[in-house]
Each structure stands twice: as structure tokens, then as C-alpha cells.
């Protein structure tokens, strides 16, 4: 069969997002041209392959018992065929928020590879909310077609795919690291926000100097992260994370030393915790109820040694955690640090592990995904034995080596299922 793909004819989009008309800046009013395209498609051109069981999923030998890295996990309707997850590594690969083929082309490879999910890269919820202009975004639905297209075949692998909803906060504008020129007039350094603003406010002298949102404007971003939570259920995917970690918008909430708000959302713990917990409010209402929905967290801001008077720091993130379980948070996926640029990490295996562990000791059924220079089978398995997490994640890890997961079950001896396309790698 021969269909055409016949696009809306030569129609401008524009996609704004700012405070108020006399805030819009180049890099937050986006316009551009969808292309009238009849092009010939042919079904079969979208034939998959498909495994007759997940890449990854364990294969029953006898008795031998299944180490839990390589155990099926279920939370809600979402079942993974093991417990490693690609944590969302941004690309810095998309321009106006559109992903593109190298997206297919750079998840794709972890389903094929039997990842048992697939977090893609914090994508922005609204125009000034990317961290750079090169950012994939999901504030607009003409960004869903290309998502579904991942999705779909991340699908068709036996795999699954989330995605992560954030807002940059303070860290947004940042030079793209790579094409810059491309991005040369995408910027918006006038229109950069966060909790509080003004010079002591900036992240470094690499950063711009934020603004101060205005309780209205907090309002309009609550209300883009669930508008971003129900285009991405349209689109099929299995979950969604939202962004509270690294320094960004939730975070410099969270965070007494980027917010020094004096109403209802600053101040407190109770206070400062009120944007993340309407967040989740809202993509909890706009997203399938049967389907999770996960949380990433800095535990600690990473300067207790470093700075006098308050930080973020774990005793909050256990509090927060309970807050957010009792939202609506199925799953919490637990980092660290990037809030302040004086932060102190001490790099070494599973650094950030210990975080995790307290979590999941202190706030029962809340499921956590440990994260950090997990490096290989080994590692994650003892991490799960010895009950310091449910899951785990890796980001540099996969990009290091794809076949991350084939290669944790080769180190542990256990007997997976291969993509049928890869099977000859099995003997290798």
C-alpha cells in the first residue's frame, strides 16, 4: 500500500512562552514553517522485527536461581523485563525542541540492546525552560510526532520509554556545547527565571544573571508541566519523570540557597516545597493514573563543608520524598549536587548510592533507583542484594557501551534473551 504524508500546508507556528508581551525574546518566540510534503510512504516501511521476548529479559536454566538485576519489575501497569534503566543524558541534539533521527537512532540503541527503560533527556516544558537552545522540549504538540516515532520503536524492541519533563530555571540560556553558531540569535538572557533573582542569584559567570518569577508566572509553569505530562501520554509513553535535581527550576525551589522567596513558596521546607508538590499535582491529573510516574532528586546540595547558613541536604529529601509519595510519585530516582557552583564531589563507584539506601530505608513503598558511577554487573547487583535500591541507572555508562545490559548478564553469568538482529553477538 502507498500512502502520502501530506503535512498543513506552508502553516507559520509560533510557540510563546514568557511572562508577559513586553518579556518575548528570540529565544523563547519561536516561529517556524511546517513543510508541505507529499511524499510517498509504503506500510512496510514501518515492519518491525519483533522479539519474541524483551532484549534482556531473563531465560529460566533449571534451579539456577535469577540474580535480581535480571528480575522483571512492576510498578503499576508498567512491568520492565529487568532493572537497569538509561538515566536521560541531554544531547544538546534538537533545535526548536524537536527531536530528530539521531534521537531514534541513539535510544533506539538501547532497546535494541535490552535496556529494560529508557528515560529520555530533560526535555523543556516550555521555550525558556531548556538549559540550551539546542534541548529537546515538550511544550508543544507539534514535538509529538517525532517522540511517538522513538517511542514507537523502542516499543517494537520489547523495550520502554519515558521521558523527562523539566524546566532549567536559573541554568537556562547556556551556550549550546556544540554548533553554537547555529543557535547564535536562539538565546534569551533577558527572560531566564528562578525562584529569586538578581546577580547573587547567578549560577557563574558562564550563566545569566535570573529574574524573580512572579506568583502568576509560577502558576503558568505549574500548568506547563501538566499540559507537557498529557501530550506525552498521547504519545504512548510508559511514564514520565519530572526534573527536581541538578540545579534546576524545582531544585532552586527546593533549595534555601537559591530560594529566598518570602510567600507561600519560600521560606519553609513547607513552603519551599510547594511548587515541586504542584507539579506533581498536576502531571498525576494529567497523566493515565494506571501508569507511574517517577521523581529525580538531588539529595544534597553537596556544600555543607563549603558555605555557612542552610543547604538542600538529605534529612529534607527524605521528607519531601514521603511528601511526594503521598502526590502521586511512584518512583524517586536519586542524585546529588548541581545547585551551587561551589559544590564538592567526591567521585569514586556508586557515590551517590548511600542517598538511595536512606531513602529507601526511610520511606517504605516508594520504589528507588540508585544512580552514579555504576559501572557494570557486579556493582548493580550487589546494590539491589543488599537492598540499597529497586533499580538502577546508568547514564555515561550506556554511552560507553550501549550493550550495557547485554554485558552485566554476560558478568553474571546469566542467560538472556538477545534482539533477534543481534543474536550472533551472544557468541562473540
Same mark, same amino acid.
Given at each position: 500500500?502507498?500512502?502520502?504524508?501530506?503535512?498543513?500546508?506552508?502553516?507559520?507556528?509560533?510557540?510563546?512562552?514568557?511572562?508577559?508581551?513586553?518579556?518575548?525574546?528570540?529565544?523563547?518566540?519561536?516561529?517556524?514553517?511546517?513543510?508541505?510534503?507529499?511524499? *510517498?510512504?509504503?506500510?512496510?516501511?514501518?515492519?518491525?522485527?519483533? *522479539? @519474541?521476548?524483551?532484549?534482556?529479559?531473563?531465560?529460566?536454566? =533449571?534451579?539456577? +536461581?535469577?540474580?535480581?538485576?535480571?528480575?522483571?519489575?512492576?510498578? !503499576?501497569?508498567?512491568?520492565?523485563?529487568?532493572?537497569?534503566?538509561?538515566?536521560?543524558?541531554?544531547?544538546?541534539?534538537?533545535?526548536?525542541?524537536?527531536?530528530?533521527?539521531?534521537?531514534?537512532?541513539?535510544?533506539?540503541?538501547?532497546?535494541?540492546?535490552?535496556?529494560?527503560?529508557?528515560?529520555?533527556?530533560?526535555?523543556?516544558? +516550555?521555550?525558556?525552560?531548556?538549559?540550551?537552545?539546542?534541548?529537546? =522540549?515538550?511544550?508543544?504538540?507539534?514535538?509529538?510526532? /517525532?517522540?511517538?516515532?522513538?517511542?514507537?520503536?523502542?516499543?517494537?524492541?520489547?523495550?520502554?520509554? =519515558?521521558?523527562?519533563?523539566?524546566?532549567?530555571?536559573?541554568?537556562?540560556?547556556?551556550?549550546? *556545547?556544540?554548533?553554537?553558531?547555529?543557535?547564535?540569535?536562539?538565546?534569551?538572557?533577558?527572560?531566564?527565571?528562578?525562584?529569586?533573582?538578581?546577580?547573587?542569584?547567578?549560577?557563574?559567570?558562564?550563566?545569566?544573571?535570573?529574574?524573580?518569577?512572579?506568583?502568576?508566572?509560577?502558576?503558568? @509553569?505549574?500548568?506547563?508541566?501538566?499540559?507537557? /505530562?498529557?501530550?506525552?501520554?498521547?504519545?504512548?509513553?510508559?511514564?514520565?519523570?519530572?526534573?527536581?535535581?541538578?540545579?534546576?527550576?524545582?531544585?532552586?525551589?527546593?533549595? *534555601?540557597?537559591?530560594?529566598?522567596?518570602?510567600?507561600?513558596? =519560600?521560606?519553609?521546607? +513547607?513552603?519551599?516545597? %510547594?511548587?515541586?508538590?504542584?507539579?506533581?499535582?498536576?502531571?498525576?491529573?494529567?497523566?493515565?493514573?494506571?501508569?507511574?510516574?517517577?521523581? %529525580?532528586?538531588?539529595?544534597?546540595?553537596?556544600?555543607?563543608? @563549603?558555605?555557612?547558613?542552610?543547604?538542600? +541536604?538529605?534529612?529534607?529529601?527524605?521528607?519531601?520524598?514521603?511528601?511526594?509519595?503521598?502526590?502521586?510519585?511512584?518512583?524517586?530516582? @536519586?542524585?546529588?549536587?548541581?545547585?551551587?557552583?561551589?559544590?564538592?564531589?567526591?567521585?569514586?563507584?556508586?557515590?551517590?548510592?548511600?542517598?538511595?539506601?536512606?531513602?529507601?530505608?526511610?520511606?517504605?513503598?516508594?520504589?528507588?533507583?540508585?544512580?552514579?558511577?555504576?559501572?557494570?554487573?557486579?556493582?548493580?547487583?550487589?546494590?539491589?542484594?543488599?537492598? !540499597?535500591?529497586?533499580?538502577?541507572?546508568?547514564?555515561?555508562?550506556?554511552?560507553? %557501551?550501549?550493550?550495557?545490559?547485554?554485558?552485566?548478564?554476560?558478568?553474571?553469568?546469566?542467560?538472556?534473551?538477545?534482539?533477534?538482529?543481534?543474536?550472533?553477538?551472544?557468541?562473540?
Amino acid at each position: 500500500m502507498v500512502s502520502t504524508l501530506d503535512h498543513p500546508t506552508n502553516s507559520v507556528s509560533s510557540n510563546v512562552a514568557t511572562s508577559s508581551p513586553e518579556k518575548a525574546q528570540s529565544g523563547t518566540e519561536i516561529h517556524y514553517t511546517r513543510q508541505t510534503s507529499v511524499v *510517498p510512504r509504503f506500510e512496510q516501511e514501518s515492519f518491525h522485527v519483533r *522479539p @519474541v521476548a524483551p532484549p534482556g529479559s531473563s531465560v529460566p536454566k =533449571g534451579n539456577k +536461581e535469577i540474580p535480581l538485576l535480571f528480575q522483571p519489575f512492576t510498578v !503499576k501497569d508498567l512491568t520492565l523485563a529487568n532493572r537497569i534503566i538509561v538515566a536521560p543524558m541531554c544531547m544538546y541534539s534538537s533545535k526548536d525542541g524537536f527531536m530528530t533521527d539521531f534521537h531514534l537512532a541513539h535510544l533506539g540503541s538501547f532497546a535494541i540492546s535490552g535496556a529494560g527503560l529508557i528515560l529520555a533527556e530533560a526535555s523543556a516544558v +516550555e521555550p525558556r525552560g531548556r538549559i540550551s537552545p539546542a534541548d529537546a =522540549g515538550v511544550w508543544s504538540d507539534d514535538h509529538m510526532h /517525532a517522540l511517538k516515532r522513538v517511542a514507537d520503536f523502542i516499543h517494537a524492541q520489547g523495550s520502554k520509554m =519515558g521521558i523527562q519533563l523539566a524546566h532549567a530555571g536559573r541554568k537556562a540560556s547556556a551556550r549550546a *556545547p556544540y554548533d553554537s553558531i547555529v543557535f547564535e540569535h536562539d538565546y534569551w538572557n533577558d527572560d531566564v527565571v528562578a525562584p529569586s533573582g538578581g546577580p547573587e542569584f547567578q549560577w557563574d559567570e558562564n550563566h545569566v544573571v535570573p529574574r524573580e518569577l512572579s506568583l502568576s508566572e509560577i502558576k503558568e @509553569v505549574i500548568a506547563a508541566f501538566g499540559s507537557a /505530562a498529557a501530550r506525552v501520554a498521547k504519545a504512548g509513553l510508559d511514564t514520565v519523570e519530572i526534573h527536581g535535581a541538578h540545579g534546576y527550576l524545582i531544585h532552586n525551589f527546593l533549595s *534555601p540557597i537559591t530560594n529566598h522567596r518570602t510567600d507561600e513558596y =519560600g521560606g519553609s521546607l +513547607e513552603n519551599r516545597a %510547594r511548587f515541586l508538590l504542584e507539579v506533581i499535582k498536576v502531571v498525576r491529573d494529567n497523566f493515565p493514573a494506571e501508569k507511574p510516574i517517577f521523581l %529525580r532528586v538531588s539529595a544534597s546540595d553537596l556544600v555543607e563543608n @563549603v558555605i555557612d547558613g542552610p543547604s538542600w +541536604e538529605i534529612e529534607q529529601t527524605v521528607q519531601i520524598a514521603k511528601w511526594a509519595k503521598e502526590a502521586g510519585v511512584d518512583v524517586i530516582h @536519586v542524585s546529588s549536587g548541581g545547585n551551587s557552583a561551589k559544590q564538592v564531589v567526591s567521585y569514586s563507584p556508586g557515590y551517590q548510592v548511600h542517598f538511595a539506601e536512606r531513602i529507601r530505608r526511610d520511606v517504605p513503598g516508594l520504589a528507588v533507583i540508585a544512580v552514579g558511577s555504576i559501572t557494570g554487573g557486579k556493582q548493580a547487583q550487589e546494590i539491589l542484594e543488599l537492598e !540499597k535500591a529497586d533499580l538502577v541507572a546508568a547514564a555515561r555508562g550506556h554511552l560507553k %557501551r550501549p550493550s550495557f545490559a547485554l554485558d552485566a548478564a554476560r558478568e553474571l553469568g546469566v542467560e538472556i534473551s538477545y534482539s533477534p538482529q543481534y543474536f550472533a553477538a551472544k557468541f562473540a
